[in-house]
């Protein structure tokens, strides 16, 4: 089965510095990643995602993140985070290529930047 | 840009009672889902279902939870009877042939 561990539960941030949240994934074949962003009181907007090709993803509102196979990791960054970039960020994975399965999320890491 | 829609946004209900929660996929897409976000936690998976059957369902989803797709364009959850712990955001999504999901916004449940 697949799973999603996230290391930072909660960081806190002033505004211009550089973020890296981490994510480490467990599935041994095919996977497809993602990042979710849950602004507060609203739904999930993905980020970015990782379905094949270049492991460098660039997703919406200068985030990336970077597929690293052998370390199994999916680590999310952004150069220099605004005030607006609060917000819970959920990294997920689903297996295969296509079809029914479901994502699993991480736990979640709440990002709180300071002006 | 298409999306999901999920109605109602908040439903309050009394313990025991039955609530049905609904959703709009995105329109061409097969696989729909439920999940659900208790506060403070992470999302969790609750069931998926592709042509008008349940394709995996986990733990959560035992016999109190059911869900259809009554007319080709609603998905619906319902809680038979609702219990304290019930009380969560329920997303529904939709998710195309190898796309990713898209999720809604949510309905908050409160059971009182």
């Known amino acids: 089965a697949q799973s999603v561990s996230q290391h930072n539960h909660h960081v806190i941030l002033s505004e211009a510095a550089s973020l890296e949240l981490g994510c480490n994934y467990s599935?041994?074949?095919?996977?497809?990643l993602f990042w979710y962003v849950q602004y507060p009181g609203q739904h999930l907007q993905l980020l970015l995602k990782?379905?094949?090709?270049?492991?460098l993803v660039k997703g919406i509102k200068g985030f990336e993140a970077e597929f690293i196979k052998s370390k199994f990791s999916f680590n999310l960054r952004k150069p220099s985070v605004q005030w607006s970039d609060t917000a819970e960020y959920f990294c997920?994975?689903?297996?295969?290529?296509?079809?029914?399965?479901?994502?699993?999320f991480g736990t979640g890491t709440k990002l709180q930047v300071i002006p | 840009e298409p999306e999901v829609t999920q109605t109602p946004s908040h439903q309050v209900t009394q313990m025991g009672q039955e609530v049905i929660l609904r959703c709009v996929p995105i329109?061409?897409?097969?696989?729909f889902y439920w999940y659900r976000q208790i506060l403070g936690q992470k999302v969790e998976f609750l069931v998926s279902?592709?042509?008008?059957?349940?394709?995996?369902k986990s733990e959560i989803f035992d016999d109190q939870f059911s869900v259809e797709r009554p007319d080709g364009s609603n998905f619906t959850l319902k809680i038979r009877s609702t219990k304290l712990e019930d009380s969560a955001m329920y997303f529904c999504?939709?998710?195309?042939?190898?796309?990713?999901?898209?999720f809604g916004q949510g309905t908050r449940l409160t059971v009182v």
């Open positions: 999504a939709s998710k195309g042939g190898s796309s990713e999901a898209f």
């Open positions: 599935y041994g074949g095919t996977v497809n």
């Open positions: 990782y379905f094949s090709g270049d492991p």
């Open positions: 997920a994975v689903n297996a295969g290529s296509g079809g029914y399965q479901k994502v699993t």
């Open positions: 329109s061409n897409h097969l696989y």
């Open positions: 279902f592709y042509n008008n059957e349940i394709s995996e």
